[in-house]
Protein backbone atom coordinates (compact mmCIF):
# COMPACT_ATOMS: atom_id res chain seq x y z
CA UNK A 1 0.00 0.00 0.00
CA UNK A 2 0.94 3.67 -0.85
CA UNK A 3 2.21 6.03 2.52
CA UNK A 4 -0.24 9.15 1.99
CA UNK A 5 0.91 12.33 1.92
CA UNK A 6 -1.88 15.19 2.80
CA UNK A 7 -0.48 18.72 2.14
CA UNK A 8 -2.57 22.26 2.64
CA UNK A 9 -2.69 25.30 1.30
CA UNK A 10 -3.69 28.40 3.81
CA UNK A 11 -7.03 29.20 1.37
CA UNK A 12 -7.03 32.53 0.08
CA UNK A 13 -9.33 35.34 1.65
CA UNK A 14 -11.60 36.33 -1.47
CA UNK A 15 -11.47 40.57 -1.02
CA UNK A 16 -9.11 41.14 -4.03
CA UNK A 17 -7.43 38.96 -7.02
CA UNK A 18 -4.51 37.35 -5.53
CA UNK A 19 -1.34 38.95 -6.53
CA UNK A 20 2.12 36.87 -7.36
CA UNK A 21 3.29 36.66 -3.90
CA UNK A 22 -0.09 35.14 -3.20
CA UNK A 23 0.43 33.17 -6.10
CA UNK A 24 4.17 31.86 -5.00
CA UNK A 25 2.12 29.74 -1.74
CA UNK A 26 0.40 27.10 -4.21
CA UNK A 27 3.34 27.12 -6.63
CA UNK A 28 5.44 26.00 -3.83
CA UNK A 29 2.55 23.45 -2.49
CA UNK A 30 2.53 22.19 -6.06
CA UNK A 31 6.18 21.28 -6.27
CA UNK A 32 5.99 19.42 -3.25
CA UNK A 33 2.96 17.69 -4.06
CA UNK A 34 4.58 16.88 -7.50
CA UNK A 35 7.50 15.21 -5.90
CA UNK A 36 5.69 13.06 -3.31
CA UNK A 37 3.98 11.63 -6.32
CA UNK A 38 7.05 11.08 -8.33
CA UNK A 39 8.70 9.44 -5.17
CA UNK A 40 5.40 7.32 -4.95
CA UNK A 41 3.61 9.04 -2.20
CA UNK A 42 -0.52 8.80 -2.64
CA UNK A 43 -0.56 12.64 -2.12
CA UNK A 44 -3.91 14.83 -1.26
CA UNK A 45 -3.10 18.00 -2.06
CA UNK A 46 -5.69 20.76 -0.82
CA UNK A 47 -6.37 24.43 -1.46
CA UNK A 48 -9.26 26.91 -2.06
CA UNK A 49 -10.82 30.05 -0.60
CA UNK A 50 -12.02 31.42 2.41
CA UNK A 51 -15.04 33.25 2.05
CA UNK A 52 -17.31 34.52 4.72
CA UNK A 53 -16.57 37.70 7.36
CA UNK A 54 -17.14 41.48 7.81
CA UNK A 55 -14.37 42.42 5.16
CA UNK A 56 -16.34 40.95 2.50
CA UNK A 57 -19.68 42.10 3.15
CA UNK A 58 -18.36 45.64 3.32
CA UNK A 59 -16.55 45.02 -0.22
CA UNK A 60 -19.94 43.31 -1.66
CA UNK A 61 -22.22 46.17 -0.16
CA UNK A 62 -19.53 48.39 -2.39
CA UNK A 63 -19.95 47.11 -5.53
CA UNK A 64 -23.90 46.45 -4.21
CA UNK A 65 -23.89 42.89 -4.83
CA UNK A 66 -24.76 40.22 -2.30
CA UNK A 67 -21.54 38.81 -0.45
CA UNK A 68 -21.95 35.37 -2.36
CA UNK A 69 -22.03 37.08 -5.85
CA UNK A 70 -18.83 38.83 -4.49
CA UNK A 71 -17.13 35.84 -3.26
CA UNK A 72 -18.19 33.63 -6.78
CA UNK A 73 -16.17 35.78 -8.90
CA UNK A 74 -13.08 36.25 -6.52
CA UNK A 75 -13.34 32.62 -6.01
CA UNK A 76 -13.18 31.84 -9.75
CA UNK A 77 -10.50 34.30 -10.79
CA UNK A 78 -8.62 32.76 -7.68
CA UNK A 79 -9.09 28.98 -9.31
CA UNK A 80 -8.67 30.10 -12.65
CA UNK A 81 -4.94 31.48 -11.75
CA UNK A 82 -3.93 28.15 -9.36
CA UNK A 83 -5.27 26.87 -12.92
CA UNK A 84 -2.87 29.25 -15.16
CA UNK A 85 -0.11 28.09 -12.80
CA UNK A 86 -0.59 24.53 -13.63
CA UNK A 87 -0.81 23.46 -10.11
CA UNK A 88 -2.06 19.95 -9.38
CA UNK A 89 -4.36 20.10 -6.71
CA UNK A 90 -6.94 17.37 -6.00
CA UNK A 91 -9.61 19.52 -4.62
CA UNK A 92 -10.59 23.22 -4.04
CA UNK A 93 -12.22 23.76 -1.75
CA UNK A 94 -14.46 26.75 -0.48
CA UNK A 95 -16.14 27.51 2.83
CA UNK A 96 -19.28 28.66 1.26
CA UNK A 97 -20.18 24.67 0.50
CA UNK A 98 -22.84 23.82 2.24
CA UNK A 99 -21.21 20.30 3.63
CA UNK A 100 -18.47 22.58 4.42
CA UNK A 101 -20.90 24.46 6.54
CA UNK A 102 -23.21 21.92 8.03
CA UNK A 103 -20.27 20.40 9.63
CA UNK A 104 -18.53 23.67 11.33
CA UNK A 105 -21.87 24.03 13.11
CA UNK A 106 -21.50 20.52 14.12
CA UNK A 107 -18.06 21.11 15.27
CA UNK A 108 -18.89 24.30 17.41
CA UNK A 109 -21.40 22.49 19.17
CA UNK A 110 -19.19 19.41 19.76
CA UNK A 111 -17.28 22.21 21.35
CA UNK A 112 -19.80 23.55 23.63
CA UNK A 113 -20.90 20.33 24.72
CA UNK A 114 -17.70 19.99 25.88
CA UNK A 115 -17.40 23.43 27.92
CA UNK A 116 -14.48 24.94 25.76
CA UNK A 117 -17.18 27.53 23.87
CA UNK A 118 -19.00 29.90 26.44
CA UNK A 119 -21.00 33.27 25.83
CA UNK A 120 -19.64 36.49 26.61
CA UNK A 121 -19.07 40.01 25.76
CA UNK A 122 -16.27 41.54 23.50
CA UNK A 123 -14.82 44.64 24.27
CA UNK A 124 -11.60 45.75 22.22
CA UNK A 125 -10.02 46.93 19.51
CA UNK A 126 -10.73 45.51 15.80
CA UNK A 127 -9.21 45.34 12.99
CA UNK A 128 -11.28 44.85 9.85
CA UNK A 129 -8.66 43.68 6.93
CA UNK A 130 -7.11 40.92 9.17
CA UNK A 131 -10.55 39.87 11.02
CA UNK A 132 -8.91 40.36 14.19
CA UNK A 133 -9.36 41.56 17.91
CA UNK A 134 -6.19 43.31 19.73
CA UNK A 135 -5.76 44.59 23.07
CA UNK A 136 -3.90 47.93 23.76
CA UNK A 137 -0.60 45.99 24.40
CA UNK A 138 -0.47 44.33 21.52
CA UNK A 139 -0.44 47.19 18.90
CA UNK A 140 1.93 48.72 17.28
CA UNK A 141 4.26 51.85 17.95
CA UNK A 142 1.52 53.90 16.16
CA UNK A 143 -1.60 52.86 17.82
CA UNK A 144 -2.42 50.24 15.09
CA UNK A 145 -2.63 46.64 14.21
CA UNK A 146 0.55 45.19 14.33
CA UNK A 147 -0.48 42.62 11.13
CA UNK A 148 -0.90 45.01 8.73
CA UNK A 149 -0.75 48.70 9.97
CA UNK A 150 -3.96 49.92 9.43
CA UNK A 151 -6.22 51.66 11.94
CA UNK A 152 -8.28 49.19 14.51
CA UNK A 153 -11.45 50.45 15.77
CA UNK A 154 -13.31 50.29 19.29
CA UNK A 155 -15.94 47.20 19.31
CA UNK A 156 -18.34 46.17 21.48
CA UNK A 157 -20.74 43.07 20.98
CA UNK A 158 -21.89 39.56 22.45
CA UNK A 159 -19.77 37.35 21.79
CA UNK A 160 -18.94 33.24 22.51
CA UNK A 161 -15.53 32.32 23.17
CA UNK A 162 -13.47 29.71 22.64
CA UNK A 163 -10.91 28.51 25.98
CA UNK A 164 -8.09 28.94 24.32
CA UNK A 165 -6.24 29.63 27.22
CA UNK A 166 -7.25 25.91 28.59
CA UNK A 167 -4.80 24.61 26.57
CA UNK A 168 -1.62 26.90 26.74
CA UNK A 169 0.60 24.67 28.80
CA UNK A 170 -0.14 21.50 26.66
CA UNK A 171 0.62 23.59 23.55
CA UNK A 172 3.94 24.83 25.10
CA UNK A 173 4.83 21.72 26.07
CA UNK A 174 3.84 20.00 22.73
CA UNK A 175 5.94 22.44 20.51
CA UNK A 176 9.04 22.37 23.17
CA UNK A 177 9.16 18.87 22.42
CA UNK A 178 8.27 18.50 18.93
CA UNK A 179 10.57 20.66 17.62
CA UNK A 180 9.75 20.17 13.77
CA UNK A 181 6.07 21.10 14.17
CA UNK A 182 6.48 24.60 13.70
CA UNK A 183 8.99 25.83 10.65
CA UNK A 184 11.11 27.45 10.35
CA UNK A 185 12.85 27.57 13.39
CA UNK A 186 12.59 31.56 13.56
CA UNK A 187 8.67 31.31 13.44
CA UNK A 188 8.56 28.81 16.13
CA UNK A 189 10.39 30.93 18.63
CA UNK A 190 8.15 33.87 17.74
CA UNK A 191 5.05 31.61 18.38
CA UNK A 192 6.49 30.86 21.84
CA UNK A 193 7.94 34.29 23.12
CA UNK A 194 5.32 36.24 21.56
CA UNK A 195 2.28 34.39 22.31
CA UNK A 196 2.80 31.60 24.49
CA UNK A 197 4.81 32.84 27.23
CA UNK A 198 3.23 35.82 27.90
CA UNK A 199 -0.22 34.17 27.92
CA UNK A 200 -3.40 33.01 26.11
CA UNK A 201 -7.10 34.72 26.25
CA UNK A 202 -9.78 33.33 25.30
CA UNK A 203 -10.52 33.68 21.69
CA UNK A 204 -13.47 35.61 20.26
CA UNK A 205 -15.48 33.07 18.11
CA UNK A 206 -18.71 34.75 17.04
CA UNK A 207 -20.00 38.03 15.12
CA UNK A 208 -23.35 40.08 15.78
CA UNK A 209 -22.30 42.99 13.65
CA UNK A 210 -22.99 41.23 10.69
CA UNK A 211 -24.50 38.27 9.12
CA UNK A 212 -22.21 37.29 6.20
CA UNK A 213 -21.22 33.78 8.05
CA UNK A 214 -22.46 30.56 9.15
CA UNK A 215 -25.27 31.23 12.00
CA UNK A 216 -25.14 29.19 14.75
CA UNK A 217 -27.93 26.96 15.17
CA UNK A 218 -29.07 27.53 18.69
CA UNK A 219 -28.18 30.87 18.45
CA UNK A 220 -29.08 32.41 15.23
CA UNK A 221 -28.11 36.06 15.72
CA UNK A 222 -24.61 34.65 16.24
CA UNK A 223 -22.21 34.05 12.70
CA UNK A 224 -19.32 31.66 13.45
CA UNK A 225 -15.76 34.00 13.15
CA UNK A 226 -13.62 33.45 10.47
CA UNK A 227 -10.77 31.27 12.65
CA UNK A 228 -13.00 28.69 13.53
CA UNK A 229 -14.66 28.77 9.95
CA UNK A 230 -12.20 28.90 8.02
CA UNK A 231 -9.39 26.65 9.75
CA UNK A 232 -11.68 23.60 9.89
CA UNK A 233 -12.16 23.31 6.06
CA UNK A 234 -8.35 21.00 6.48
CA UNK A 235 -10.57 18.52 8.35
CA UNK A 236 -14.52 18.94 6.74
CA UNK A 237 -13.58 18.25 3.00
CA UNK A 238 -11.89 14.96 3.82
CA UNK A 239 -14.52 13.54 5.68
CA UNK A 240 -14.53 14.67 9.19
CA UNK A 241 -17.52 14.51 11.09
CA UNK A 242 -18.60 14.73 15.16
CA UNK A 243 -21.43 12.14 14.20
CA UNK A 244 -19.06 9.98 12.58
CA UNK A 245 -16.03 10.63 9.78
CA UNK A 246 -15.45 8.83 7.21
CA UNK A 247 -12.60 6.21 5.84
CA UNK A 248 -10.88 8.98 4.03
CA UNK A 249 -10.84 10.89 6.63
CA UNK A 250 -8.79 8.21 8.63
CA UNK A 251 -6.45 8.29 5.90
CA UNK A 252 -5.15 11.01 4.70
CA UNK A 253 -5.31 13.06 8.61
CA UNK A 254 -2.90 13.88 10.07
CA UNK A 255 -1.79 16.26 7.16
CA UNK A 256 1.81 15.59 6.93
CA UNK A 257 2.41 19.73 6.14
CA UNK A 258 0.34 23.24 6.41
CA UNK A 259 1.96 24.99 3.67
CA UNK A 260 0.70 28.63 4.67
CA UNK A 261 2.38 32.31 4.96
CA UNK A 262 4.38 33.49 7.94
CA UNK A 263 1.56 36.55 8.71
CA UNK A 264 -0.51 33.66 9.65
CA UNK A 265 1.06 31.27 11.04
CA UNK A 266 -0.21 31.99 15.44
CA UNK A 267 -3.43 31.02 13.34
CA UNK A 268 -2.27 27.61 12.42
CA UNK A 269 0.26 27.01 14.77
CA UNK A 270 -1.83 28.22 18.26
CA UNK A 271 -5.79 28.31 17.65
CA UNK A 272 -5.45 25.40 15.13
CA UNK A 273 -4.14 22.89 17.85
CA UNK A 274 -6.04 24.08 20.68
CA UNK A 275 -9.24 23.72 18.31
CA UNK A 276 -8.24 20.08 17.36
CA UNK A 277 -7.40 18.91 20.91
CA UNK A 278 -10.80 20.42 21.43
CA UNK A 279 -12.21 17.82 19.13
CA UNK A 280 -10.18 14.95 20.34
CA UNK A 281 -8.18 14.75 16.94
CA UNK A 282 -4.50 14.52 16.05
CA UNK A 283 -2.27 17.46 15.46
CA UNK A 284 -0.79 18.20 11.76
CA UNK A 285 2.56 16.69 11.84
CA UNK A 286 4.04 20.38 10.45
CA UNK A 287 3.40 23.87 10.03
CA UNK A 288 5.50 25.97 7.72
CA UNK A 289 5.41 29.25 7.50
CA UNK A 290 7.12 30.33 4.19
CA UNK A 291 8.49 33.90 3.81
CA UNK A 292 7.32 36.77 1.24
CA UNK A 293 7.83 36.94 -2.28
CA UNK A 294 8.88 41.03 -2.37
CA UNK A 295 8.72 43.75 -5.06
CA UNK A 296 12.10 45.46 -5.20
CA UNK A 297 12.64 44.77 -1.71
CA UNK A 298 9.21 46.10 -0.46
CA UNK A 299 5.98 44.80 0.19
CA UNK A 300 3.36 44.13 -2.37
CA UNK A 301 0.01 46.11 -1.43
CA UNK A 302 -2.44 47.70 -4.24
CA UNK A 303 -2.09 50.74 -2.24
CA UNK A 304 1.36 51.38 -2.53
CA UNK A 305 1.15 50.66 -6.55
CA UNK A 306 3.88 47.62 -6.53
CA UNK A 307 1.30 44.60 -7.37
CA UNK A 308 2.16 41.81 -10.09
CA UNK A 309 -0.13 39.55 -10.75
CA UNK A 310 0.52 35.67 -12.39
CA UNK A 311 -1.28 36.25 -15.46
CA UNK A 312 0.62 39.21 -16.45
CA UNK A 313 3.72 37.44 -15.63
CA UNK A 314 2.97 34.32 -17.49
CA UNK A 315 1.57 36.42 -20.88
CA UNK A 316 5.16 37.79 -20.79
CA UNK A 317 7.63 34.78 -19.76
CA UNK A 318 5.65 31.33 -19.75
CA UNK A 319 4.33 29.91 -16.88
CA UNK A 320 7.68 27.39 -16.00
CA UNK A 321 9.77 30.73 -15.87
CA UNK A 322 7.44 31.65 -13.40
CA UNK A 323 6.97 29.06 -11.28
CA UNK A 324 11.19 28.18 -11.80
CA UNK A 325 11.62 31.50 -10.39
CA UNK A 326 9.34 31.69 -7.49
CA UNK A 327 10.45 28.34 -6.79
CA UNK A 328 13.85 29.07 -6.86
CA UNK A 329 14.26 32.93 -6.01
CA UNK A 330 12.63 32.74 -2.35
CA UNK A 331 15.10 31.21 0.33
CA UNK A 332 14.05 28.86 2.77
CA UNK A 333 13.70 31.27 5.67
CA UNK A 334 14.27 34.89 4.02
CA UNK A 335 11.84 36.98 2.33
CA UNK A 336 12.50 36.72 -1.71
CA UNK A 337 12.48 39.09 -4.24
CA UNK A 338 11.06 40.01 -7.55
CA UNK A 339 11.38 42.45 -10.51
CA UNK A 340 11.18 42.10 -14.44
CA UNK A 341 14.73 42.25 -14.30
CA UNK A 342 15.62 39.76 -12.15
CA UNK A 343 13.40 37.12 -14.06
CA UNK A 344 14.57 37.41 -17.03
CA UNK A 345 18.50 37.27 -16.06
CA UNK A 346 17.24 33.71 -14.14
CA UNK A 347 15.78 33.02 -17.81
CA UNK A 348 18.81 34.22 -19.80
CA UNK A 349 21.39 32.45 -17.34
CA UNK A 350 19.74 29.50 -16.06
CA UNK A 351 16.75 28.39 -18.50
CA UNK A 352 18.05 29.53 -21.64
CA UNK A 353 21.89 28.46 -20.89
CA UNK A 354 22.59 26.02 -18.76
CA UNK A 355 19.30 24.12 -19.18
CA UNK A 356 18.19 25.08 -22.98
CA UNK A 357 21.70 25.43 -24.58
CA UNK A 358 22.60 21.83 -22.76
CA UNK A 359 19.37 20.20 -24.00
CA UNK A 360 19.74 21.29 -27.54
CA UNK A 361 22.94 20.61 -28.28
CA UNK A 362 23.56 17.13 -27.03
CA UNK A 363 20.25 16.52 -28.94
CA UNK A 364 21.60 17.89 -32.03
CA UNK A 365 24.66 16.05 -31.71
CA UNK A 366 22.91 12.64 -30.99
CA UNK A 367 20.96 13.21 -34.26
CA UNK A 368 23.80 14.45 -36.53
CA UNK A 369 26.02 11.64 -35.48
CA UNK A 370 24.26 8.74 -35.34
CA UNK A 371 21.05 9.74 -36.51
CA UNK A 372 18.87 9.73 -33.78
CA UNK A 373 19.73 6.23 -32.38
CA UNK A 374 21.89 6.13 -29.22
CA UNK A 375 23.33 3.39 -27.14
CA UNK A 376 25.94 2.80 -24.75
CA UNK A 377 28.96 1.32 -25.96
CA UNK A 378 30.57 1.28 -22.67
CA UNK A 379 34.23 3.35 -23.80
CA UNK A 380 34.96 4.92 -20.91
CA UNK A 381 37.71 7.01 -18.69
CA UNK A 382 37.60 8.68 -15.03
CA UNK A 383 35.43 11.39 -16.36
CA UNK A 384 32.94 8.97 -17.01
CA UNK A 385 33.03 7.83 -13.56
CA UNK A 386 33.11 11.03 -12.04
CA UNK A 387 30.18 12.64 -14.02
CA UNK A 388 28.27 8.88 -13.54
CA UNK A 389 28.59 9.29 -9.94
CA UNK A 390 26.89 12.76 -10.18
CA UNK A 391 24.00 11.99 -11.83
CA UNK A 392 23.63 9.09 -9.55
CA UNK A 393 23.92 10.95 -6.37
CA UNK A 394 20.93 13.60 -7.54
CA UNK A 395 17.91 12.26 -6.54
CA UNK A 396 19.07 11.51 -2.73
CA UNK A 397 20.40 14.98 -2.80
CA UNK A 398 17.10 16.52 -4.10
CA UNK A 399 15.15 14.36 -1.39
CA UNK A 400 16.97 15.46 0.79
CA UNK A 401 16.31 18.80 0.68
CA UNK A 402 12.86 18.28 -0.32
CA UNK A 403 12.42 16.61 2.85
CA UNK A 404 13.73 19.57 4.77
CA UNK A 405 11.43 22.12 2.72
CA UNK A 406 14.64 23.87 1.20
CA UNK A 407 13.27 23.83 -2.01
CA UNK A 408 15.40 26.52 -3.93
CA UNK A 409 18.26 24.33 -2.78
CA UNK A 410 17.04 21.27 -4.13
CA UNK A 411 16.28 22.83 -7.89
CA UNK A 412 20.11 24.32 -7.28
CA UNK A 413 21.48 20.12 -7.25
CA UNK A 414 19.71 19.79 -10.14
CA UNK A 415 21.15 22.73 -12.10
CA UNK A 416 24.28 21.78 -10.84
CA UNK A 417 24.22 18.62 -12.69
CA UNK A 418 23.13 20.48 -15.80
CA UNK A 419 26.63 22.57 -15.14
CA UNK A 420 28.26 19.68 -15.08
CA UNK A 421 27.26 18.64 -18.12
CA UNK A 422 27.55 21.27 -20.39
CA UNK A 423 31.62 20.73 -18.30
CA UNK A 424 31.39 17.51 -19.28
CA UNK A 425 30.83 18.65 -22.87
CA UNK A 426 33.49 20.90 -22.74
CA UNK A 427 36.07 18.33 -21.62
CA UNK A 428 35.77 15.24 -23.65
CA UNK A 429 34.84 17.75 -26.91
CA UNK A 430 32.63 15.56 -29.07
CA UNK A 431 33.43 17.70 -31.86
CA UNK A 432 36.69 16.52 -31.93
CA UNK A 433 35.55 13.03 -31.65
CA UNK A 434 33.69 12.63 -34.87
CA UNK A 435 36.31 13.69 -36.86
CA UNK A 436 38.55 10.28 -36.23
CA UNK A 437 36.23 6.97 -37.32
CA UNK A 438 38.10 5.31 -34.57
CA UNK A 439 36.30 7.44 -31.73
CA UNK A 440 32.99 7.03 -32.68
CA UNK A 441 32.03 4.40 -30.10
CA UNK A 442 33.78 6.84 -27.69
CA UNK A 443 31.20 9.69 -29.28
CA UNK A 444 28.22 7.81 -28.91
CA UNK A 445 29.39 6.77 -24.91
CA UNK A 446 29.59 10.68 -24.38
CA UNK A 447 26.28 11.62 -25.79
CA UNK A 448 24.99 8.33 -24.12
CA UNK A 449 26.14 9.59 -20.95
CA UNK A 450 24.68 13.20 -21.58
CA UNK A 451 21.23 12.11 -22.39
CA UNK A 452 21.41 9.96 -19.11
CA UNK A 453 22.05 12.90 -17.39
CA UNK A 454 19.38 15.29 -18.82
CA UNK A 455 16.88 12.57 -18.40
CA UNK A 456 17.52 12.31 -14.51
CA UNK A 457 16.99 15.94 -14.57
CA UNK A 458 14.17 16.05 -16.64
CA UNK A 459 12.36 13.39 -14.05
CA UNK A 460 13.39 15.54 -11.54
CA UNK A 461 12.08 18.81 -13.12
CA UNK A 462 8.59 17.75 -13.49
CA UNK A 463 7.87 18.74 -9.50
CA UNK A 464 8.88 22.42 -10.55
CA UNK A 465 8.72 23.07 -14.46
CA UNK A 466 6.07 20.52 -15.34
CA UNK A 467 5.52 21.41 -19.07
CA UNK A 468 9.41 21.90 -19.39
CA UNK A 469 9.91 18.09 -18.11
CA UNK A 470 7.53 17.18 -20.91
CA UNK A 471 8.85 18.54 -23.19
CA UNK A 472 12.45 17.27 -22.46
CA UNK A 473 11.38 14.18 -22.41
CA UNK A 474 9.31 14.01 -25.39
CA UNK A 475 12.75 15.19 -27.75
CA UNK A 476 14.29 12.42 -25.77
CA UNK A 477 11.41 9.97 -26.86
CA UNK A 478 12.50 7.63 -23.33
CA UNK A 479 10.05 5.86 -21.13
CA UNK A 480 12.80 5.06 -18.69
CA UNK A 481 12.19 6.65 -15.24
CA UNK A 482 14.38 5.27 -13.21
CA UNK A 483 16.12 8.34 -11.33
CA UNK A 484 19.89 7.02 -11.61
CA UNK A 485 21.99 6.36 -14.36
CA UNK A 486 21.15 3.44 -16.64
CA UNK A 487 23.86 1.82 -18.56
CA UNK A 488 21.68 -0.22 -20.44
CA UNK A 489 19.24 1.85 -22.08
CA UNK A 490 18.80 3.20 -25.77
CA UNK A 491 17.27 6.34 -26.63
CA UNK A 492 15.77 7.14 -30.55
CA UNK A 493 15.40 11.01 -30.08
CA UNK A 494 13.21 13.18 -31.53
CA UNK A 495 14.09 16.51 -33.39
CA UNK A 496 15.38 19.39 -30.87
CA UNK A 497 13.41 22.26 -30.20
CA UNK A 498 13.81 25.27 -27.86
CA UNK A 499 12.64 24.90 -24.56
CA UNK A 500 13.59 28.69 -23.45
CA UNK A 501 14.70 31.93 -25.94
CA UNK A 502 17.16 34.55 -24.62
CA UNK A 503 15.67 37.84 -23.72
CA UNK A 504 17.15 40.59 -25.28
CA UNK A 505 15.99 44.52 -24.40
CA UNK A 506 16.67 46.38 -27.41
Known amino acids: MKKKFYISTAIAYTTFKPHIGNTYEVVLADSIARFKRLQGYDVYFQTGTDEHGNKIQ ?8 SPKEYVDNISNEIKKIWDLMDTSYDKFVRTTDEHHEQIVKKIFKKMYDKGDIYKGEYKGLYCTPCESFWTESQLDDNGCCPDCGREVKEAKEEAYFFKLSKYQDRLLKYIEENPDFIQPSSRKNEMINNFLKPGLQDLCITRTSFDWGIQIDFDPKHVIYVWLDALTNYITNIGYDPDGSSDEFAKYWPCDIHLIGKDIIRF ?14 PLPKKVFGHPWLLMNN ?11 YADSLVEKYGVDAVRYYLLHEIPYSSDGNISYSLIEERINSDLANILGNLVQRTISMGNKYFNCIIVNKEITDKLDSEFINKINQLNEKVCSDMDSLHIANSIDDIFNLLRDSNKYIDETMPWNLAKDDNKKDRLET ?13 LLLSSYMPST ?12 NELNYVKDNQ ?10 MRITNK
Open 58 to 65: EKAEEKGI
Open 268 to 281: HAIYWPCFLWSLDL
Open 298 to 308: DKMSKSKGNVI
Open 446 to 458: VIYNLLESIRVCG
Open 469 to 480: SKKILKQLNNNR
Open 491 to 500: YKLNNPEPLF
